[in-house]
């Protein structure tokens, strides 16, 4: 996503920076980054411990699994379901679904359907109310509700026969616990992933004399250099040092909290208290907004759209630094400038970034559940070396976002970006009541904090008494 594109970030959604993602595609595979300047087969694992903040959720309700077909010497048929991003994204889809389908000739076949994003949830629901589910499909937060009623397969016996998937130097096993939604059971399989970034514009650095940012940055370092790099012309600022970007969404503002050792609630998964007005969550949020409104480095969103029209403003090249996600790359591309990024700055010496998986999660009521398991795995390993070669995505498997074939041409620091994962915690809350909470309690709040209506601890302590009323109902 592209937080410009929708202008919402608070939205529960991550449709967009997926688009976004999807959107970069074209420019990614055509070389369009170039401004930026830049054994024995294991065990399979047992399955990992709980992550330490994800409590089981109630055991959902048991929808009977429909009886496997019976052979009659054809594949084993299986409906598949994605949204459409770009022309070339959705293309490569289509690729995916002919290399599946060329690969296990007569073992299994795929017909993958892509839609808009507005009708891709209707039509899950309509064919889970009409008995003929969609048998494998791209995640996303709404598909928690399908979790919740019982719709979705449990993966855990199927992935714990990939050999592949019992490799921790290769996939990020500990974050997979936040798909572990009952605490123990695996629920999706990831197979791609988004991190946050701090973006620099290099010819503003070079100009200054400074150097660049690094893993080593804290945001009082960023705060100091925005200092510098503000440059005020009469009563005209002319030049930014810093725009909070993505931090000024909510799901990007809690990794103040979490590196201090707090969050905006208990847990991720069914959370039972909302914990925003934790002064380790304000003094984060009071932060970004004295950026704006003591510091003066960075612009309120009046004063970003006197400078920046149709584009980002980083992207006029009067921002120096600005944090947001890996897909906010492929808005970029075609910048005029050099750039670069580095990983999220640090805050109280620790960084704990939010992340998010792509991946494939499988109805319970299909009618051929090993063909689905087929494609959701395929995809999770062999298919990673094309997810590499087209940069669709982050390849979720290390030796591919490694590889010399998939880095050449990014941004030089984006592997230093991609390697905090390990530290990260997914940017998403699980809960039946998600969509309320975030679109109706925290993001508009938040707006207020933004806009200098509200202060931070007045706006935590506001989110708190909603949200913990909102979940006291159940």
């Known amino acids: 996503m592209s937080l410009r594109d929708d202008d919402q970030p608070q939205r529960l959604s991550r449709r967009s920076f997926l688009r976004g993602v999807a959107f970069g595609a ?77 690969k296990y000739a007569g073992t299994y076949e795929i017909d993958l359907q892509l839609m808009p994003y507005g009708d891709y949830w209707t039509k899950l629901d309509l064919q889970y109310a009409a008995k003929t589910p969609i048998d494998v499909y791209m995640w996303d937060v709404q598909a928690y509700s399908h979790y919740k009623a019982g719709l979705l397969r449990n993966l855990q016996d199927d992935v714990a026969l990939v050999p592949d998937f019992a490799d921790a130097s290769q ?18 399989v990831p197979e791609n992933l988004q991190m946050m970034a701090l973006y620099y514009n290099k010819d503003i650095f070079d100009k200054a004399g400074i150097a660049y940012p690094d893993a080593t940055w804290t945001y009082d370092k960023v705060l100091e250099v925005a200092k510098e790099l503000t440059i005020v012309e009469g009563d005209e600022v002319v030049q930014w040092g810093f725009d909070k970007g993505a931090l000024g969404a909510w799901w990007g503002s809690q990794t103040f909290g979490w590196a201090a050792g707090a969050g905006y609630y208990d847990r991720i998964i069914e959370p039972t208290k909302f914990t925003v ?15 704006v409104y003591v510091q003066k480095v960075a612009p309120d969103a009046t004063q970003a759209a006197a400078i920046a029209q149709d584009v980002s403003l980083f992207q006029t090249g009067k921002l120096a630094m600005v944090a947001d996600g890996t897909w906010y790359m492929s808005s970029n591309a075609d910048s005029s400038f050099q750039w670069d990024m580095a990983p999220l700055p640090l805050w109280q010496g620790k960084r704990v970034p939010p992340f998010w998986f792509g991946g494939w999660v499988i109805a319970q ?26 940069r669709d995505w982050i390849p979720i498997r290390k030796a591919e976002r490694d590889s010399q074939e998939y ?3 990014l941004p030089s620091g984006f592997k230093s970006v ?23 309690i ?29 979940l006291a109902k159940g």
């Not at 010497?73 to 959705?90: A, C, H, Q, R």
């Not at 302590?461 to 909102?470: F, M, R, V, Y």
Request: glycine share 6%; net charge negative.
């Open 442 to 470: 925290m993001g508009p709040t938040f707006d207020q904090v933004w806009s200098n209506a509200m202060t931070p601890a007045d706006a935590a302590a506001e989110i708190d008494a909603k949200a913990n009323e909102l």
């Open 171 to 188: 996939y990020p096993l500990e974050q997979y616990n936040y798909w572990r939604f009952d605490g123990a059971n695996l629920y999706g």
């Open 407 to 409: 880095l050449s041409g």
């Open 277 to 291: 007005s934790d002064e380790r969550n304000v003094a984060g949020l009071q932060w970004l907004q004295d950026l």
């Open 418 to 440: 991609v390697d905090t994962v390990t530290d990260a915690r997914i940017g998403d809350l699980y809960h039946g009541s998600a969509a309320q909470l975030v679109n109706e």
């Open 26 to 102: 074209a420019a990614l595979a055509a070389g369009a980054l170039a401004a930026c300047g830049g054994a024995t087969t294991p065990p399979p694992a047992a399955a990992p411990t709980a992550a330490p903040d994800a409590a089981p959720a109630e055991a959902p309700a048991e929808v009977p699994t429909a009886a496997p077909p019976v052979t009659s010497g054809e594949p084993m048929k299986i409906t598949g379901m994605m949204w459409n991003n770009s022309p070339v994204l959705d293309e490569n889809f289509m690729l995916r679904a002919q290399m599946f389908n060329e």
């Open 365 to 390: 009521g299909s009618q051929a559940p090993e063909a689905a398991v087929a494609w959701a795995t395929w995809s999770a390993t062999e298919y990673q070396k094309e997810l590499a070669v087209n």
